[in-house]
């Protein structure tokens, strides 16, 4: 595998980006938005269709008109 790291566990994968310098870090961010964001998207767009997630987003809204949130 030459100089590649074989990463097999989590922790070791964790490791490995605990290590990393912050322009390392931001290619990883980078990485994972080009490749990994579009599986998170699909998920959310295929719950929101499904109503999985209504009784938390009508629980939200509840709060918001009884003045129980504040500004972020």
């Not at 566990?9 to 490749?35: F, N, S």
């Not at 629980?59 to 504040?70: F, I, L, N, R, W």
């Amino acid at each position: 595998m030459g100089d590649a790291m074989q990463l097999n566990t989590v922790e070791e994968i964790e490791r490995a980006i605990d290590a990393l310098t912050p322009q390392e870090m931001e290619e990883l961010y980078l990485w994972l938005e080009r490749h990994h964001l579009q599986t998170i998207d699909m998920q959310l767009k295929a719950d929101l269709e499904a109503g999985r997630i209504d009784d938390r987003i009508n629980h939200a809204v509840a709060d918001y008109k009884a003045g129980k949130t504040g500004p972020i």
